[in-house]
């Protein structure tokens, strides 16, 4: 007797939607890049999408683009980590993204912005905080890049 094996087929978490009034990349692709952002997605994507998961986590791509390239449009369970498996069930298939997205105060297109609007909420929401106990140290408080790119000589060397 030949024992069956179980075979895992792929859950579709979300598939994007380009226009109209239903669209939900810049939605969608917010939710791609934090979950890039912090390492919650399978081993296999690292694998097979080094560059661009480099470039999503440096913000030269956004979550949308990884999104409908790399993942063809379809974020599927088997794309995220058990942690990331167990965030989204939690934050994502209850609405409980939705409704964080739809307090944001950003309206415009550019989806970096959106993302630094949205990811100490989808952080706190993923320590398991209420959105609304941001701490007194952070409230108000702006961040900003500062990249150093390697040269032969910085100032002060010879």
Do not use: C
Request: net charge negative; proline share 4%.
């Amino acid at each position: 007797m030949i024992a069956a094996t179980e075979i895992s087929v792929p859950k579709l978490i979300a598939s994007v939607i380009l226009g109209g009034p239903d669209a939900n990349s810049e939605k969608l692709g917010t939710l791609v890049g934090w979950l890039i952002a912090n390492d919650l997605i399978s081993e296999t994507l690292r694998r097979d999408h080094p560059r661009a998961l480099a470039r999503v986590k440096m913000q030269d791509l956004p979550g949308s683009g990884f999104l409908t390239t790399a993942l063809h449009g379809e974020l599927k369970d088997t794309d995220l980590s058990e942690d990331g498996q167990r965030f989204v069930n939690r934050y994502y298939l209850t609405g409980a993204f939705d409704q964080d997205f739809a307090s944001r105060q950003y309206q415009g297109h550019d989806e970096w912005i959106l993302y630094d609007e949205l990811a100490p909420v989808i952080s706190r929401a993923f320590r398991g905080q209420p959105a609304d106990a941001a701490s007194n140290a952070s409230e108000g408080r702006k961040a900003g890049k500062i990249l150093q790119f390697p040269g032969r000589f910085r100032s002060g060397q010879s």
